[in-house]
């Protein structure tokens, strides 16, 4: 049994960035109706979606956005990996507070169901030869996993006490078209960007470091699975299940590309773990979602996009 | 290995609290100079304690409280297992991002150590037939628990990244002298209240959901030993590590009383779980620090002091 989106509305909050923009396509195609919220309007193929633009800290905005949707998808970040180690409380207040506010406010607001974003990268911290499963202890490595984790367990409260059906999603290593190579974000983004111009791209340790990497379409189905799965789970790992040393991903890359990605090993970063790796069988048991595309044809669809740009 | 506390100045903050007292007396038998900080002046054998009068919440008066100090043992609580539910975004401003800042304030002025009273009885969450090491799966059960747990999580970056070393303590059921019956905190407590008034206490469930209750002596001395010891973990069970029930507690309290306390079973609550009791081998062998005094030991002086109120 599943939930029918039918036309319902879902806001897709954090909708112009990288998986938000996927996400909103992939909502329209289920048959719901969506409407996008962030910081900028929206332009290509997303310009005629309506649209909320402004901040989700705002309480009387984001509760007028909320009112009258059926679900909301949250990818709101307002950290990111590399800097919120700087400033805890304060990425506290801005991540957490925020989040947990927004959740509340949707409650309040009638909506059914809020799916969240989670980081599979960075909440388990710990390496483990094993694929993780959502019982594997969690240790984030970083404020940006410290403060997904803790949105999680609040929502898991909010879904236990409150009417509104809460789910928080641990995506793996996310890529594809759209997804810039800014801020550190992205190994696919960075490698793509320095073939392309030419540059050296330098990378922490030896590349034998294993990561599960997805390709964002298979993410945006993943979100549009937990809006209509029947009775989904508070906490689930979307990924690959695959384990890909980062040397492997670079020839997979070069491959999609036709073009060599220059690069330079430098000595390892204490952050980074070996191997982080998800079991993605409770995806499959509980939301009737597994990964579908071949990381090649993943990885071939964005050097397209690349290559436009 | 073990640092010395010989002169060295330790904050407790929250100094004025059940474990608080405990946890200045143990500090100060440890050869260290205390330093209490609470909302009001302490009184009692305490009177004497140099003291800062006034919230954490308070970062210029905090810093002030913080400088100059070796260590800082953090005990303040802005939020109760049974009312945190009611606004979680509030509960995280006021519990995680304030702690977090206090936290943050200490390294900056120079603390070496910050030992923090998180909750063995809330972070871990689900059913466990087996005494639960630190690497169980944690699923809070409440929002006191999962501000408890975000925090861990916060210091654990900050021992890693700051100069500052940091030391989470879950504190299973602690009881003990100077434990009130207030706001429905503490089992043995509230047992000793309605012996001595005559009042029947109700008890939600059949009494046979199994605790870990340790006495609040043992509890002061665990925050001694990771103060001393020479590189505690990030995260340690202090418990028991005994299971006992409801039931068997009352027969115990009754014992230590002389007197009998009236009871009435009522439905279970749903969030009351069967059993949570701690594996206390990591702080055996990381603190060494064990439980020492025996349950009728302890039942025996808090019936004292209850006697004596």
Not at 22 to 46: E, I, N, S
Not at 74 to 83: G, I, K, M, V, Y
Not at 101 to 111: H, L, P, R, S, Y
Request: net charge neutral.
């Amino acid at each position: 049994m599943a939930r029918t989106l039918n036309g319902a509305r879902v806001l897709v909050v954090g909708g112009g960035g990288f998986i938000g923009r996927h996400v909103v396509r992939a909502v329209k195609d289920a048959g719901a109706q969506p409407v996008g919220m962030d910081l900028v309007a929206p332009d290509g193929d997303l310009a005629n979606v309506p649209w909320v633009t402004g901040s989700v800290s705002d309480p009387a905005l984001f509760a007028t956005a909320a009112a009258g949707c059926d679900s909301v998808v949250f990818l709101a970040n307002s950290s990111l990996p590399n800097t919120a180690n700087f400033d805890l409380a304060a990425e506290v207040g801005a991540h957490v507070q925020v989040s947990v506010k927004a959740a509340e406010i949707c409650n309040d607001q009638g909506v059914r169901r809020f799916v969240f974003a989670s980081s599979g990268g960075t909440v388990y911290g710990n390496d483990s030869a094993e694929p993780l499963t959502e019982n594997a202890p969690t240790s984030p490595r970083n404020a940006y996993g410290a403060s997904k984790l803790a949105i999680e367990h609040y929502l898991r409260l909010i879904g236990a006490m409150r009417p509104m059906w809460t789910v928080a999603l641990r995506v793996s290593n996310p890529f594809g078209e759209g997804q810039r190579a800014l801020r550190n974000q992205g190994f696919v983004a960075a490698a793509m960007q320095h073939a392309i111009s030419g540059t050296t791209m330098p990378i922490w340790g030896d590349g034998t470091v294993e990561r599960d990497f997805i390709h964002v379409h298979d993410v945006a189905l993943a979100f549009v699975a937990a809006l209509v799965a029947e009775a989904p789970p508070a906490t689930v790992n979307i990924g690959s299940g695959q384990a890909v040393s980062l040397r492997q991903m670079l020839a997979e890359i070069e491959t999609a590309l036709g073009a060599p990605v220059p690069v330079a090993y430098e000595a390892g970063r204490v952050v980074d773990v070996k191997r982080n790796v998800l079991d993605v069988g409770l995806a499959r048991r509980t939301l009737d979602w597994s990964p579908r595309l071949p990381l090649a044809e993943g990885l071939a669809r964005t050097a397209a996009w690349w290559r436009a740009q």
